[in-house]
Structure formats: structure tokens, C-alpha cells
């Protein structure tokens, strides 16, 4: 059996730059506001660490999505993707709540830069989903002429 | 014309290294003119807020407020200050010639444990005499503001239960304002007798807000408004000369000098602009050129099988719009969704006032900047193909050039 060399797509590396830059900056730039001085930490503190394990979660479907062999895989592992990226995109705010102070850093650069990753990683994803779902037709309709 | 575009985009996905180039070379284009134009008009919209807001012709403080510029970083950064002076001021502006109106307000910021896990601007007013509050807080509450009513600015958030406690004091609150895009979106806003409320009790808990000013008797800043014909600059002085702690300031002159702020970074974008446009476009006739050039002798048996030079000018005007389309899209979507999302965080970084344009402003400014991206490229292919297809095709083929 001849082994395939791996050759990554356009949308397997936008989405494992975007993945990884997502939990990345999650950690250094969009971390949300410090303990308050009694030690105990605000309200936000629980949707940035939600938005973590989310982003693991994107990271490592990322990983997959490039390594796995098959159309049909790599279709749900990025509707899998596209639902993460929807869900992180509404958590901080909608489903957890934020601090009360729209200045505050879980507004100014937690909630933002957590909307502008989780789109681009809906995107990439919806854009790999329409370019699987075209193929997986075309072979369909081959199989169909074939019989 | 199926045919040309069916080709074009063909061509394009048959070059994809070079179309994408050219996608990102045009959504940087389209980028830094939406981005740009967008930031400069959200400037100047913050700047119309925070003039439109001051509403008095003067604004008399303690000394020590202008010397620290703590009422800048109120007004403009919304960060939490407070200063006092006696009230007995009030009735020495009120005797010279030329002063209209006259309003105390009270600036008092809360303690951590009140509200919103930070510190907040507590702004009280005499609902009596003020003629700068209450204007605007009447375009989001018709009602007079009660004692232990109080309106919150657009960046704080209500609770659940409508309810506060500031310096225990409970107060409910009835309204939220609109943005304005200025450091009074961080503010609290209650009236005077509920404000005093909170700063007795602030005293009596043992905060040293006041220092040597009788509680009772304190004011934050007096706000004068001139009558017409009169000369604020006299006026002015005339309060200066009341009392040297305290320091009267035109308001026409705190705005000019967040104006030159404005002027500055506005100049500084639009140099940003004009150098970005010099270079794409520079690199986009370059890229055009070469393209064509290297495809000559394709083109050239295109028009020998029968090709016209119409068609052959089509085919690469079609790929140029295309290709820009597609990239001035995708600058535009990802410099809107940065700009709209990080707002605030600009704001802050650059401590002017910054108020978005409306959905219609941007949506205008999303298709000419697509727009002007597509006439560039259509401009640039166009002059290409007008080159190339002036030439004798059959002398292009003999010698491969």
C-alpha cells in the first residue's frame, strides 16, 4: 500500500494558526480583569476560563482536522469546529456574565478579541465545510455515472 | 461575457499564490481607508459629544483639580476623581455682570464595595438651577430624578435588581443614558440631596475626601453659563481674581485642546492613508505589469484564434475586479469587525473621546472603500491591457516576446 504524503490545506493552516493564536493571546493579551483586593476573583474570571477550554478544544480539533484522512471526517470534525467557535463567540456576556463596567478589561479586550478569533475560526471553518460538502457531491455524483 | 468571467476565474484559481497576493495586497488597501476614514470620524464624533455635553461657558473647580487634570480624566477618560471647595463661591459669581445661569455639581467617586467590582464617578447635581445634565438625561428620562433615583451612564451595566449602595446609601436605579462615547459614560448621575447623602456618610464612615472643606458646605465645580453679548474671557478672569484656589475655565478651551489631540492623530492617520495608497498602488501597476508580460504569449494566441481585443482587455479587467472585489471584502469585514469590537479599548488607549458612527455611516463607507479598491485595479489592468493588446500579436508569437 502506497503511503500519501500529508499535504495541509489552506484551510487546515488558517485554522491551526487561528486556533493556536486564539489560545495564545487568550493567555497574554485577552486575559480578563486580575483578584480583587480581598483576593476573591469577579464574575469574568469564570467565562475566560470557559473560553480556555474552549479554545483547547479548537486548537486540538484543529490538529485533527488536518492529520485525518477522508472528506467525510474532516466535514464533521469542522462543523464540530464551526459550533466551538459559535459558542465561544457568545459565551463571555451572553451566557457568562461580565463585570458590571464596560471599561473594564474583560470588555475592552477579553469579550472583543475573543469575537474577532471566534469569527475568523467560524469562517475558516464555514468555508471548509462548503468546499467539503462540494466535494463529497462530486464524488457522489462520479459514484451515481459510474453505476 | 460568461465566457470572460468563466476564463477569469479560471485564470485566477489556476494562479493561486498570485491571486491571493493580490487579494491581501487589496484588502490592505481597502483596510487602511476604511479603518483610517472610520477612526478619524469616530474622533470627531467623540469630540461633538464632549462639547455637546460640557453645555455651560464656564466651569469654575479648586485649583488643585486643574493643576492635576482631574477633571479631564473625568470628563473625558471617565476616570473616578473627586475635589472640593466651599459653596460660598456660588453666590460671588452669581453677583457679576454678564453671568446667566449657575449650577454646583458634586463629584464623588464610590468605594470599591459599592457597585461594579471597580471604582465609579458619583456626579450629583441641584436639579433647580442645572442646565447641563438634565438636558441630555431627558432625551433617556422624562421624569425628575428622585431622592435615591439615580440614571447610570452607557458603560455600566444595571443589575438585575435596579439597585445600588453607594456609602450606605440604597439607591435605585431608573434609567440608563445613551453613548456618548466621552468619560461620562462611566458616571453614576444622582441629584444633589442624595449625593450630599452619600458624602456625609462617606465622612461620617471615615473617608478623607474633604480634607479641610466643611462637608455641608462642599461643591465639586460651578458651572456658569455667560450671557449673550458678554465676554466669557472677562468673566474668566473676574473669577480667577475671586479666589486663588480656585481656577475658572472656558470650556471653548478645554475643547480646543482635546481639538488639537484630534488634529493630531487625524493628520497622522490620513499621512498613514495617503503613504499605504502610494505603495499598493505602486505595487499593484508592478504585479499588474509583470502579470501581463508574463502572459503575453498566451494572450497572443488568444487573439490569434480568434480573440478580440475587446475580449482580451475583458478577461484581465475582469480577474483585476474580481480579485479586488474579494480582497477590499474581506479588508473592509476584518477591519469593521476589529474596529467595531475594540472601540473602547482605542478609546482608552488614546484618551480621547471616541464615538462610533451609526450602521449607516459605516455601510457607506464599506462600499466605497470596495469601491475604490475595484476602480484602482480596474484602472491599473485596463492600462496593462491596453498595452499589450496595441502590440502585433503574430510578431509576439514569432519571436516569443
Redesign the interface.
Known amino acids: 500500500m502506497k503511503n500519501k504524503k500529508f499535504v495541509p490545506g489552506i484551510t487546515d493552516i488558517v485554522l491551526i494558526v487561528v486556533s493556536l493564536g486564539y489560545l495564545v493571546l487568550l493567555n497574554t493579551v485577552f486575559i480578563t480583569?486580575g483578584p480583587?483586593?480581598d483576593g476573591s476573583f469577579?464574575?469574568c474570571q469564570w467565562a475566560w476560563r470557559s473560553l480556555v477550554v474552549l479554545a483547547v478544544i479548537l486548537v486540538t480539533l484543529s490538529i485533527v482536522h488536518a492529520f485525518v484522512p477522508g472528506n467525510e471526517l474532516r466535514l464533521g470534525i469542522s462543523i464540530g469546529i464551526f459550533t466551538v467557535a459559535i459558542a465561544s463567540a457568545v459565551l463571555p456576556d451572553n451566557i457568562i456574565p461580565l463585570?458590571?463596567?464596560?471599561?473594564?478589561k474583560c470588555?475592552?479586550?477579553t469579550?472583543?478579541?475573543n469575537?474577532?478569533f471566534s469569527?475568523l475560526i467560524a469562517v475558516a471553518s464555514a468555508v471548509d465545510i462548503a468546499v467539503r460538502i462540494r466535494k463529497l457531491t462530486v464524488k457522489a455524483v462520479k459514484q451515481q455515472e459510474e453505476i | 461575457m460568461k465566457f470572460i468571467i468563466e476564463l477569469a476565474i479560471k485564470n485566477i484559481k489556476g494562479r493561486g499564490r498570485r491571486s491571493s497576493a493580490l487579494v491581501l495586497l487589496t484588502a490592505l488597501l481597502s483596510a487602511s481607508l476604511f479603518g483610517g476614514t472610520v477612526t478619524v470620524r469616530s474622533l470627531q464624533n467623540g469630540l461633538r459629544s464632549y462639547e455637546a455635553r460640557l453645555g455651560a461657558d464656564i466651569i469654575v473647580t479648586p485649583w488643585e483639580a486643574v493643576k492635576e487634570g482631574k477633571l479631564e480624566s473625568i470628563l473625558i477618560q471617565?476616570a473616578p476623581g473627586y475635589f472640593y471647595m466651599e459653596d460660598s463661591l456660588l453666590e460671588e459669581i452669581r453677583q457679576i455682570e454678564g453671568v446667566d445661569a449657575i449650577s454646583p455639581q458634586f463629584y464623588l467617586s464610590s468605594a470599591?464595595s459599592g457597585?461594579?467590582?471597580?471604582l465609579?464617578q458619583i456626579i450629583g447635581f441641584d436639579p433647580d438651577t442645572d442646565f447641563s445634565v438634565q438636558p441630555w438625561i431627558r432625551e433617556s428620562y422624562s421624569q425628575s430624578l428622585g431622592d435615591g433615583d439615580v440614571i447610570v451612564g452607557?458603560?455600566?451595566?444595571v443589575?438585575e435588581n435596579r439597585h445600588f449602595r453607594f456609602y450606605n446609601v440604597d439607591c435605585t436605579v431608573v434609567a440608563r443614558l445613551d453613548k456618548t462615547g466621552t468619560g461620562l459614560?462611566?458616571a453614576i448621575y444622582a441629584n444633589m440631596n442624595t449625593i450630599k447623602q452619600m458624602m456625609e456618610s462617606a465622612d461620617d464612615i471615615g473617608f478623607t475626601y474633604f480634607k479641610d472643606v466643611d462637608v455641608k458646605k462642599a461643591v465639586s465645580s460651578i458651572l456658569v453659563n455667560v450671557k449673550e453679548g458678554y465676554d466669557t474671557g472677562k468673566i474668566v478672569s473676574e473669577i480667577n481674581r475671586l479666589s486663588k484656589d480656585v481656577s475658572a475655565t472656558s470650556t471653548k478651551d478645554m475643547v480646543s485642546s482635546v481639538a488639537d489631540g484630534l488634529s493630531g492623530i487625524s493628520k497622522l492617520v490620513g499621512i498613514l492613508i495617503v503613504f499605504t495608497w502610494i505603495l499598493g498602488t505602486a505595487i499593484l501597476v508592478v504585479s499588474f505589469a509583470m502579470m501581463v508580460n508574463e502572459r503575453v504569449s498566451e494572450l497572443a494566441a488568444l487573439r490569434n484564434i480568434g480573440g478580440s481585443k475587446a475580449m482580451l482587455s475583458g478577461i484581465l479587467i475582469a480577474e483585476a475586479v474580481i480579485v479586488s472585489f474579494t480582497g477590499g471584502a474581506v479588508g473592509t469585514a476584518l477591519t469593521g469587525?476589529?474596529i467595531i469590537?475594540?472601540a473602547?479599548?482605542l478609546k482608552?488607549s488614546i484618551g480621547l473621546p471616541l464615538l462610533l458612527s451609526g450602521s449607516g455611516y459605516i455601510t457607506i463607507m464599506v462600499i466605497c472603500s470596495i469601491l475604490v479598491s475595484v476602480a484602482v485595479c480596474a484602472v491599473t489592468s485596463s492600462v496593462c491591457a491596453f498595452r499589450i493588446t496595441s502590440k502585433d500579436t503574430g510578431l509576439i508569437l514569432r519571436e516569443g516576446k
Open positions: 480583569c480583587k483586593d469577579m464574575v463585570c458590571m463596567m464596560n471599561t473594564m470588555h475592552t479586550h469579550k472583543p478579541g469575537l474577532v469569527v | 471617565g470599591s457597585c461594579c467590582d471597580t465609579v452607557w458603560n455600566i451595566r443589575p459614560d462611566s469587525l476589529v469590537t475594540f473602547d479599548t482608552n
